[in-house]
């Protein structure tokens, strides 16, 4: 098993009153109550992936499946329950982070490269190959506040991909960006990487996107799986829940 | 192997956040970097102006004195103040990125310190052109330096968290900042100080530091081993206490965020 998720339980303390101020704490610490309450986003979740299966995750919206992927990327710990997966395996794709429009190109490739795990060396020998395929051939030198809305997500979408594809990928919500051509150039890239025989598990609230790639798939639904198997049988009872085919 | 990779990786990052700070903090001035030279000189300049021909007496190389207190001043409050807001400045990146956090903390302290590294340049200048004797002493100055490093990077950790809380912290810290800068005896003679006042400027860790750079630059004293017992407790003592906060909070900041 590459990913197993075992009974996690995710449970956010919400303060009644938000206290954001210090003199609202001190008011509520006098009067005694700094009530919370519980927030359940994940209750009771378990599931596995094998190695080489590609997963795909659905639910509407605020079901808690963004919530799984962080716990499992390592951004939150859960409150109950466990994730046994080698974290060093783990890299979640995404764009642009960190990208400041005060910078150019060149140094957001730099420090956007950084944050997401590139060495200097690495980012010094793929950069030509990052500039050819965001188009950006002349503008690298410019002010990314000078640039296209496209442009920016071309590039950050260049420089998220460039890796070899990591032993496990995660992706929240599968990306195609830019113009219709470009569009057709990511979404090759993309496929190529969740096909290149690595361990995937993405979220989408498409099923159309989930059928066309997956080969297994979870329904996580108020925070709780409410099915999981054969992508197609998946897809069908959640289409049927929601009523449309989306 | 695989920490030395990592902690490459981390330096790395630090390095290009480092850089990016720097440039959006001129990214609309015309000098550019040049201003952190600039400002150390201006400000001596102004307060010389007014307090040189006052304090005479007392110290006899005022604008000497007082850029030694300020530029270790500027890079403490550059470092706190800015750091205390790297938390919720940087929250969408947290979520997305698997560093630790205390990075960009320690980005921030960083800057500040390349930011006195320039302001150095300007000390330099100043150094050389009021005849400033340099002694062996001088090398005191990392060691100095080194030491309120850890305390601001302490101090910062301390604020980071405490601002992720109470957004009140913010305004408090201004002025709790005012009236420690008047204790910190930046532009006065502070051992004209008497009674209780005398003995808080006295133990204010940024005093302490203040004066054994003065001691070490303009008199080529060494600081006392008091001094140096005291500079190294407050430095080591408030990393310890920023990283056991740190580490205590962890999991509610990353919910509160």
Redesign the interface.
């Given at each position: 098993m590459e990913i197993e998720v075992q009974d996690v339980t995710m449970q956010f303390k919400k303060a009644k009153e938000e206290v954001f101020s210090l003199k609202e704490a001190v008011i509520q610490k006098l009067k005694g109550r700094r009530s919370y309450e519980l927030f359940t986003a994940l209750s009771n979740v378990s599931f596995c992936v094998a190695r080489g299966e590609v997963v795909g995750i659905i639910g509407t919206n605020g079901s808690g499946k963004s919530t799984v992927l962080k716990i499992i990327s390592g951004a939150l710990l859960p409150t109950k329950g466990r994730v046994l997966v080698d974290r060093d395996k783990v890299q979640l794709l995404t764009l642009g982070a960190g990208f400041d429009p005060e910078l150019t190109g060149k140094e957001n490739v730099y420090l956007n490269g950084a944050l997401i795990g590139y060495t200097k060396e690495f980012l010094d020998e793929k950069y030509e190959e990052i500039v050819r395929f965001a188009q950006l051939e002349g503008f690298m030198e410019e002010k990314v506040r000078k640039y296209s809305s496209g442009m920016v997500s071309r590039l950050g979408f260049a420089v998220a991909t460039i890796r070899d594809t990591p032993e496990i990928l995660i992706l929240d919500e599968v990306l195609s960006v830019g113009d219709m051509f470009f569009r057709e150039k990511s979404e090759k890239r993309i496929r190529s990487m969740i096909h290149g025989g690595s361990t995937v598990l993405m979220v989408s609230h498409s099923t159309s996107v989930i059928r066309k790639n997956c080969t297994k798939a979870i329904w996580i639904e108020k925070g709780r799986v409410q099915m999981e198997g054969d992508t197609d049988q998946v897809c069908k009872a959640y289409e049927s829940m929601a009523g449309v085919k989306v | 192997m695989?920490n030395k990779k990592k902690r490459?990786?981390y330096a790395?990052?630090i390095?290009?956040?480092t850089?990016?700070e720097m440039?959006?903090k001129y990214?609309r001035s015309y000098l550019g970097i040049l201003w952190s030279v600039l400002n150390p000189l201006l400000s001596m300049a102004v307060l010389s102006l007014i307090f040189s021909r006052m304090f005479q007496k007392s110290i006899d190389n005022f604008p000497i004195y007082y850029l030694t207190g300020y530029i270790l001043w500027q890079m403490f409050t550059g470092a706190t103040v800015s750091s205390m807001t790297a938390l919720t400045d940087n929250k969408?990146?947290?979520?997305?990125?698997?560093?630790p956090m205390e990075i960009f903390i320690v980005t921030r302290v960083y800057t500040a310190v390349i930011n006195l590294i320039y302001s150095m340049a300007a000390y330099a200048i100043m150094l050389a052109l009021f005849g400033v004797k340099l002694k062996g002493t001088v090398l005191w100055f990392p060691v100095i330096l080194a030491f309120l490093v850890l305390f601001s990077l302490g101090m910062s950790c301390i604020l980071a968290v405490g601002y992720v809380?109470?957004?009140?912290?913010k305004h408090?810290y201004t002025v709790a900042l005012t009236l420690w800068m008047y204790c910190s005896g930046i532009f006065y003679p502070a051992q004209q100080l008497e009674g209780f006042i005398r003995t808080v400027v006295f133990y204010n860790p940024i005093y302490v530091y203040i004066r054994c750079l003065r001691k070490t630059v303009m008199y080529g004293q060494i600081p006392a081993a008091g001094e140096f017992v005291q500079m190294a407790l407050w430095g080591g003592g408030i990393c310890l206490a920023g990283w056991l906060v740190f580490q205590k909070n962890r999991?509610r900041i990353?919910?509160r965020l």
């Open positions: - | 695989r490459r990786q790395f990052v390095r290009q956040l850089a990016r440039k959006r990214a969408q990146l947290l979520l997305k990125v698997k560093f809380f109470f957004g009140d912290l408090l999991n990353m919910e």
